[in-house]
């Protein structure tokens, strides 16, 4: 089992950067893949990237390809995404996951998921 909780989102301005963090609990923190997704009012909760258990591989959608960088801290029990040049698109609430396995790209493939933390960004 995981407890995850999401930090760091908040108003930032159109072409800013925001770091987020996402603290996992659990012994086997380590073993599992996180991703992070985001969801905009009215929108579907989408992935937005994700890391492999050993943080050599990573996955991002094309919008963010670039702009976005996850990087995690197993030693920390950590994940973060960095995002800079942010666009008011970016605007969303931000989730962190973790399952155990491999890298995957939707909602239900994920087993565990944080309360999410607001990024707002101003045009």
């Known amino acids: 089992q995981v407890q995850l909780v999401e930090s760091g989102g908040r108003l930032v301005q159109s072409g800013g950067s925001l770091r987020l963090s996402c603290a996992a609990s659990g012994r086997t923190y380590s073993t599992y893949a996180m991703g992070w997704f985001r969801q905009a009012p009215g929108g579907e909760r989408v992935l937005v990237g994700a890391i492999s258990l050993s943080g050599y591989s990573t996955y991002y959608t094309d919008s963010v390809k670039g702009r976005f960088t996850i990087s995690r801290d197993n030693a920390k029990n950590t994940v973060y995404l960095q995002m800079s040049s942010l666009r008011p698109e970016d605007a969303a609430v931000y989730y962190c996951?973790?399952?155990?396995?491999?890298?995957?790209?939707?909602?239900?493939?994920?087993?565990?998921w944080g309360q999410g933390t607001q990024v707002t960004v101003s045009s």
């Open positions: 996951a973790a399952r155990v396995g491999r890298i995957a790209t939707t909602v239900s493939e994920y087993d565990y």
